[in-house]
């Protein structure tokens, strides 16, 4: 049976419409996280005329969740007029913010204007974790608070944990947190490669020892068993569908205009300090490129035994190299989940071992030389 | 019977797909999708308007439908919001105060 959600995710997606929406206000902040993958200069943010007329249009187009996100949201001096103007277009609005700036009176303005969900990131329960990633003393304390000040004013807060290397044995620490503040916890294994493309903030990731821990904790994951299960091999219907949201009922506006199939797909599809944001979303070719795509299309993905189960992100697969490609840090998760590598891990296996033994020759060369 | 007046709730989100609302409760989150008959009263809902007028000249007018019965279940899906904290209803026109939940579009 599919949830009302779900129907009207089909309406959406039968009307070409963009059900839910994601726009950075801007990319500065008030932290400085370590893994964070954005640029915090200003290159020319969107005017708040700008933004409104947007939001005219994102609403005229049929939008209804629309996420306002950063960089830190409250760095922009507009932002509440931004926000009550999105709600006077009466979508449905979700925040994500480091909070740090939130006290009692903007708490209480969220809630007078309506707001659906604030995502918080937390990423330790330890002020000197935590700190040490946001580089700014205290930044916990003060995001805790305004969970409080959130919470207290009837708002629903869930905070977002992402797992790295150095906090991941926190994990249990922050759901605690959350448990003792009344509020949902998400964890995200996924680290983004920076925007200019350099990737060296994988290194924070977390592995697949990690991973292996994560997939096997009960308290997130609920029934191991069945989490972990290997997925029968796709049917003709599986390979017809389509990879993920992005480009099909969302996508994303940068804080300069620019419209991508996702937050986490850099593809720039087109701006609208240029043309219309429906022009974008219509008749832009790289967008309906994305929206061409199919599972059957996926190179090495379409056989691959997970298939059906692998949450395969084509906008990591697009940063990597090829949007009709694998994900490793899907794959990766993957092989972590079942224990069965994937047909990508696979096939970088057999090409590693190819680099080896081609590797090894002049060596062996050199030294009976 | 007296009267009934309704007002769409400021807090809640909505849009309109194909001239059929989906309107969330800014009290719970709980998401519901309305049919076509359902929308036009929705959207008709300004608190000054009384829900027979509203049926009358925008329900009848639109949908082939014998009056009683269309106030009827015009009435009890009223109620039915309602309850769910998305629409307001009184006997007395509602103040258009605070802004309206769908009122800009």
Redesign the interface.
Known sequence: MIS??E??EA??LK?N?PLSVQIDLTYRCNEHCVHCYLDHEDHGEMTTVEITNLLDQL?EV???VLTLSGGEILMRKDFFEILAYAR??????KLKTNAVMIREREAARIRDL?V??IQVSIYSHRPEVHDGITLVPGSLRRSVDAIRFLTSQGL?VTIANPLMLPTFQDYPGVQALANELGVEVTIDPTITPMMDGDRGVLSLGIGQKELRQVFADESLVGNVEEFCAISAPPGESELESKPCSAGHSTCYVSPYGDVYPCVQFPLPTGNVRQQPFIDIWRHSERMNEVRSIRLKDISGCSQCTHATTCTRCPGLAYMEGNMRGPSSQDCEKSFARTGVPSANLLSKKLSMAGLVQIRSIPVMSAASA | MSKLYVVRDARSAVRVLDGEAMVMSGRDSTLFSLNKTATIIWQAADGQTSLDEIVGSQVCQEYDVEYASALQDAENMARELAGHGILQISEQPISQARTLAGESR
Do not use: S
């Not at chain 1, 006077?88 to 609005?93: S, Y």
């Open positions: 009302l959600m129907e009207i309406k959406a009307l419409i609403a049929g939008v209804f006077k277009l009466t979508f449905c609005i309506g659906e969900t629903k």
